[in-house]
């Protein structure tokens, strides 16, 4: 009963906030950055007892930290949606009928939205962030993982919320045991969307088991595909940022696929990820490329459970390919539709690359670890979809709308 309490609450706090300046929301963005920025300590301390909990070694440990410099970063997301437009109220359409009907199709939000997420207490703001600059109210289901971290900024945002007398159940954020999962997955007639943002298991659950519409984000298997006309000074860099740069996070490599006439620059291609620990499960010919050039302790032969792996750590696969189409059949047998890449100087092969991969970020030349709402200039995101319904790529501003028809008459009437 508790939880349908808490989703009627945020139904009625949907309707309030459809009254709010676009200025408020702006003025409560600008605050709550200021007051993440002026709470660091209590956050961090926070933050400490749920990292305590885990140990450091645990590829969620990087996601579920924050530091000063995270938060200034959070800070300046928000800030950036706050000077954002609003995407609400555009007329998206328009046109007069013939017997006069002035048909408009205008931008709204969703309402409700519920989020669901494990380790990442930055969602938390970013999620908040977001869904008030485009008039939604959010229910957050953290995980107990982060549930110290959370409750912290949650709190926060809360006392902002009230200093400018909105409704405070424009944010609810769940206890994170699984019953309070179960509520969220049925709260039909409260939640009008719900957004599972994790693990392939995570999304999977939620797919499965949910009876309200669903936008999957979150897992990401990633690949590059070095060509036979590759540039290895390229190659080299965008390698070791995709894979090093934060390996916990959704737009990391788990898996470079190479040309066998390019394996003799394979060494010089791995050349810098040692220096981050990188663990390679290697294909044959690759394995014997590397031999003898990569350190013995972190090359070991590839299985075929090392292709279609989320590492979410400094673990990558390899694969060798005879040609560009291998490559391209690779991708299409184990991708899942987030981001990925390709390093050739054949314009040819960077066109049919773009036209013929399926995914929602297709990158030419540069590293996958540009999958990100900020990255694209986009402000903050909620995740990124890698389904093709309504949203695909980083879910920001735009993609947490919808759309109504607002059709204006002077007494017309439909012949019968």
């Known amino acids: 009963m508790q939880y349908r309490e808490k989703f009627e609450q945020a139904l009625q706090a949907s309707r309030k906030l459809n009254l709010v300046t676009e200025e408020t929301i702006n003025q409560v963005l600008m605050a709550v950055a200021d007051e993440a920025v002026k709470e660091t300590n209590f956050i961090l301390k926070e933050n400490e007892k749920d990292l305590q909990r885990m140990a450091p070694f645990d590829p969620k440990y990087d996601r579920l930290k924050l530091t000063a410099d995270r938060i200034e970063g959070i800070a300046s997301d928000m800030r950036s949606v706050a000077s954002m437009a609003s995407p609400l109220g555009k007329v998206l359409s328009e046109t007069t009928r013939p017997n006069g009907l002035q048909i408009k199709r205008v931008s709204v939000p969703f309402g409700v939205i519920g989020i669901i997420y494990e380790a990442r207490p930055n969602v938390t703001f970013d999620v908040f962030s977001l869904c008030l600059k485009s008039g939604n109210v959010c229910v957050l289901k953290g995980g107990s993982d982060a549930a110290d971290s959370n409750e912290a900024i949650v709190s926060i945002i809360h006392r902002v919320l009230e200093s400018f007398n909105i409704d405070a159940h424009v944010l609810t954020l769940l206890p994170p045991g699984r019953e309070a999962t179960g509520e969220l997955l049925n709260a039909q007639g409260y939640v009008d969307l719900l957004i599972p943002r994790g693990s392939q298991g995570l999304i999977n659950y939620v797919r499965e088991n949910a009876t309200i519409p669903v936008i999957e ?66 294909d044959e010919q690759a394995m014997e490329a590397l031999e003898e050039h990569y350190p013995e302790d972190l090359l070991k032969p590839a299985t075929e459970e090392s292709f279609g792996t989320e590492f979410l750590d400094y673990k990558m696969a390899i694969k060798t390919v005879a040609s560009f189409e291998e490559a391209l059949d690779h991708i299409a047998e184990y991708s899942s539709k987030h981001s990925e890449a390709i390093i050739s100087e054949n314009q040819e092969h960077l066109d049919l690359f773009r036209k013929l991969v399926d995914a929602s970020s297709v990158y030419t030349n540069a590293s996958t670890a540009f999958t990100d709402g900020a990255q694209f200039g986009l402000g903050a995101e909620i995740g990124i979809s890698t389904q093709k319904l309504h949203a695909r790529g980083p879910m920001a501003l735009e993609e947490l709308t919808s759309y109504k028809w607002l059709i204006e008459g002077d007494g017309q009437i439909r012949p019968k």
Do not use: M, W
Request: negative net charge; contains cysteine; charged residues 25%.
């Open 217 to 282: 984000t979150g897992a990401g298997i990633c690949h590059t595909y070095f060509d036979e006309f590759g540039d290895e000074e390229k190659g080299r860099e965008i390698i070791n940022n995709a894979k090093t740069r934060r390996p916990s996070v959704c737009n990391a490599l788990d898996c470079l696929i190479i040309h066998e006439s390019r394996l003799s620059d394979l060494p010089y291609l791995a050349e810098l990820l040692p220096e981050s620990q990188v663990e390679i499960f290697a």
